[in-house]
């Protein structure tokens, strides 16, 4: 069965270092998500992507952060100065199309931990 | 209260016990969808049930969704340990780019 895959599954950086975390969305999916996981919190959308550019963005997801779907498969989330404040659990996931009919899948998360 | 809460917040029950958890939301929805997450790991989606349902099944679960209250329930029948997790609700709102928004989530404990 298909799945979204990430990558790494935990990655620890200092605090001002840039981080990119990888996904591959199932592969005929069209629109792309990221969501983030404090822990012990609720999960909290962080951006949408389809058609190659942002359809909708939270508050959490200010300049520090950014989407990009180099190729056909990837869809990388990049955070450029990561704070403390940034360590959680990242979800990527992915859907095949728009409307009600239409589950969304995640991935098992990476864990980002800034020191 | 906020888009998508469930209660209980903690549920614990015996082995082949049923478990309900409900959930509420404030906005008109595409969809909700029920998703399971074991300590410290990734979401697993259960079953959706879109705006214009009322039940659904799926295995040992059911899902009811009353949209002129705003609130969805799932039961777990003949719960087992291995249904030991976090339960989480996330509604599809109507109007956007079809993001999800999670509730607080229910954790589920059940003993042998």
């Known amino acids: 069965e298909p799945e979204v895959t990430q990558t790494p599954s935990h990655q620890v950086t200092q605090m001002g270092q840039e981080v990119i975390l990888r996904c591959v969305p199932i592969?005929?999916?069209?629109?792309f998500y990221w969501y983030r996981q404090i822990l012990g919190q609720k999960v909290e959308f962080l951006v949408s992507?389809?058609?190659?550019?942002?359809?909708?963005k939270s508050e959490i997801f200010d300049d520090q952060f950014s989407v990009e779907r180099p190729d056909g498969s990837n869809f990388t989330l990049k955070i450029r100065s990561t704070k403390l404040e940034d360590s959680a659990m990242y979800f990527c996931?992915?859907?095949?199309?728009?409307?009600?009919?239409?589950?969304?899948?995640f991935g098992p998360g990476t864990r980002l931990t800034v020191t | 209260s906020q888009q998508g809460e469930e209660d209980p917040q903690a549920l614990s029950i015996q082995e082949g016990e049923n478990a309900t958890m409900n959930c509420s939301y404030k906005?008109?929805?595409?969809?909700l969808q029920w998703y399971r997450q074991n300590s410290g790991r990734g979401l697993v989606h259960l079953i959706l049930?879109?705006?214009?349902?009322r039940e659904k099944h799926s295995g040992r679960l059911r899902v009811t969704l009353d949209t002129s209250k705003k609130s969805s329930s799932l039961l777990i029948t003949a719960s087992r340990a291995a249904d030991t997790a976090s339960y989480f609700c996330?509604?599809?709102?109507?109007?956007?780019?079809?993001?999800?928004?999670f509730g607080t989530g229910t954790r589920l404990q059940v003993t042998l």
């Open positions: 996931a992915s859907k095949l199309g728009r409307g009600r009919d239409y589950e969304q899948y």
């Open positions: 592969s005929n999916h069209l629109y």
């Open positions: 992507f389809y058609n190659n550019e942002i359809s909708e």
């Open positions: 906005t008109s929805i595409n969809n």
């Open positions: 049930i879109r705006s214009n349902e």
């Open positions: 996330a509604t599809d709102v109507a109007g956007t780019a079809s993001k999800l928004t």
